[in-house]
């Protein structure tokens, strides 16, 4: 999901436009994990914090490669990750998302509803529309979140000749619903806007998300 808000709010206080350059205090219990570039500001095990950094790491550095689009390695990012779920719920756009990408005039942002592994490719998925967003690609919404999903399943291999980087594994349960439900009209999914509700009720968004991959 990518949105564009002009605030958040964080540990009970408001964090605007302007001040989020230093948006995490440490008496709220608040760590900051960061590789220069890409920071990591969460109130979870700061331990967990490292794989995912690696992660963007990784994929950034694929996508690079790859040459399908501009990617400015250099470009900074500030990821907000909660702890608990509860938390996360006040700040959550809607039922179906569990985390969000934004961007500001002071910076750009991917907001998480915690660090756990296994939503490691829901973290892919926001950090690509970081790196698509950062260059300035403008996409239909259905390409643009279906690109975030191809990229987000990415798996890198080592073999005898060196690294090896696989796209486009199916998202878990994307087939099971296709399988489920009928599918949208390929006019109607095109048409699909961040204000309909293929966009916000999360039974509607399974169906565009699976379908737009
Ligand atoms: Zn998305």
Not at 6 to 11: H, S
Request: hydrophobic share 40%; aromatic share 12%.
């Amino acid at each position: 999901m990518i949105v564009s808000l002009g605030f958040i709010i964080l540990a009970g206080r408001p964090i605007s436009a302007d001040n989020m350059t230093n948006p995490v205090s440490e008496d709220a219990g608040w760590i900051r994990v960061s590789d220069g570039n890409i920071s990591v500001y969460t109130q979870g095990d700061p331990a967990q914090a490292v794989p995912l950094i690696a992660t963007f790491s990784q994929l950034r550095s694929a996508l690079a490669q790859t040459g399908v689009f501009h990617v400015d390695e250099s470009a900074t990012l500030k990821v907000i990750a909660f702890h608990y779920e509860k938390e996360f719920n006040q700040y959550r756009l809607n039922l179906g998302a569990c985390a969000f990408f934004q961007q500001t005039r002071r910076g750009e942002y991917v907001v998480l509803q915690d660090l756990e592994p296994s939503h490691r490719n829901v973290s892919a998925h926001e950090f690509t529309h970081f790196l698509l967003a950062h260059v300035g690609v403008t996409l239909p919404l259905w390409l643009n979140e279906g690109l975030a999903d191809f990229y987000s399943t990415f798996e890198i291999a080592q073999d005898i000749s060196g690294d090896k980087v696989t796209f486009g594994r199916p998202v878990v349960g994307r087939q099971a619903i296709l399988r489920s439900y009928p599918w949208l009209p390929l006019d109607n999914l095109f048409r699909i806007s961040t204000s309909s509700s293929y966009y916000s009720e999360p039974e509607q968004m399974a169906l565009f998300y699976s379908e737009s991959c």
